[in-house]
């Protein structure tokens, strides 16, 4: 064992929710070590992130909002592809300062590492990898590699906050997983309009088409099947602007550049049981969605606002202790198994061509277009989660 705190939390990964989770406890007092696999926090990724107004205030009140580099969404568009109905979410009916804010992850991780590094109370130990955590009946043990040696702590606490790691599986046991028959393809765009504010999200028989509004560029979400989105990765920058802009319609202008073409598998996975004695899971580590409606990362930085203010507010003698977990899982259980089933939902609804499903989802988006009072609530549940949470 180590000469470290032996009353610290130990959160293994230093992603947006471990990290917030990290800054949150340790600004509450709570002694925390982050154990993150790579060398630095701030790693060389230029992903898109769409985060949310409760998300901003999360990250706003632990000093770890980027004031550079962020582009504000004022205006959700969404419709369907060859079919009536659409409508339009605002901030301003909403009664909120935006919907969102599209940035970098790079950006994100580079104001995160900033914090962390000058937080007392709060032990960053970067090329740690985590080879098991072993819930206990007074306390967990978790052992990782770092510069070649094995190294043992106990914790009070142990927090999984990295999505990728097989330790997830062999503490909380194999998540539930339902592959989507869909892929995603990543690539960014410039058109012949000025970008501004307005993001669009359009369904069609194969997927959603999000464009999401970043500097001067829209960053382009194009879901389709694995053979669909091979062939678009081996079409001209012309083809594949074209196909594209038949799919999309004209209403963010005409495509003119394409920039960059990657893709990555969609999966749900959601793990049954998120905590176990002196141990918990969050974010990806507990539920990994389809990024229709932007709510992953947000969900997982509600779990890690509620799990802060629990333990952070919480008496030392009941750090992780089952009385403790067991609150946090029923305070999030609603907002999670709504995002979820949410996001689930509008996959399956909207990515197939059924005449009364057609039919159907055109009503919806038609009905909703004319009822204010559920657009808002509509835009307050996708923007705070479904618990309710900070308010803006």
Request: charged share 20%.
């Amino acid at each position: 064992m180590d000469g470290a705190d032996p009353a610290a939390v130990i959160i293994v990964g230093g992603g947006p929710v471990g990290a917030a989770t990290a800054l949150g406890l340790a600004r509450r007092g709570v002694p925390v070590r982050l154990l993150e696999a790579r060398p630095s926090l701030r790693a060389d990724d230029r992903r898109t992130l769409a985060l949310a107004q409760g998300s901003r205030q999360l990250l706003d009140g632990l000093g770890a909002w980027p004031r550079a580099e962020v582009t504000t969404i004022d205006q959700i568009h969404i419709s369907q592809r060859h079919r009536f109905g659409q409508t339009t979410l605002t901030a301003q009916e909403a009664g909120m300062p935006a919907l969102g804010y599209i940035l970098r992850y790079n950006t994100l991780m580079a104001c995160m590492d900033e914090q962390v590094r000058q937080t007392p109370g709060l032990s960053l130990e970067t090329g740690a990898e985590v080879k098991a955590v072993l819930p206990g009946g007074q306390e967990t043990e978790v052992i990782w590699q770092a510069q070649g040696k094995e190294c043992r702590a106990r914790t009070p606490l142990a927090v999984l906050a990295d999505g990728g790691r097989a330790v997830t599986a062999q503490v909380f046991g194999a998540a539930r997983e339902q592959p989507y028959t869909q892929v995603a393809l990543v690539a960014q765009l410039e058109t012949d309009r000025s970008v501004g504010s307005l993001a669009y999200e359009r369904f069609t028989p194969e997927g959603p088409i999000a464009l999401l509004p970043l500097g001067q560029r829209y960053t382009l979400v194009w879901t389709g099947t694995q053979e669909q989105t091979e062939l678009r990765l081996d079409w001209s920058d012309e083809k594949f602007l074209n196909e594209l802009q038949a799919a999309f319609g004209g209403r963010a202008g005409n495509f003119l550049r394409l920039h960059g073409r990657s893709w990555f598998p969609l999966t749900l996975k959601v793990l049954d049981s998120v905590i176990r004695p002196h141990a918990v899971a969050i974010g990806n580590a507990a539920q990994t969605m389809h990024p229709v409606a932007g709510q992953g990362l947000n969900m997982g930085l509600r779990d890690a606002d509620q799990l802060i203010r629990l333990v952070g507010e919480g008496e030392p003698d009941c750090r992780g202790s089952a009385a403790q977990l067991e609150r946090f899982v029923a305070l999030r259980q609603r907002d999670r198994r709504w995002g979820i089933g949410f996001t689930h939902s509008l996959v399956r609804l909207f990515s197939n061509d059924w005449p009364i499903l057609t039919q159907g989802r055109g009503i919806g988006l038609a009905a909703l277009n004319g009822l204010p009072g559920m657009r808002r609530a509509l835009t307050r549940v996708m923007s705070f989660g479904f618990q309710g949470g900070r308010r803006g």
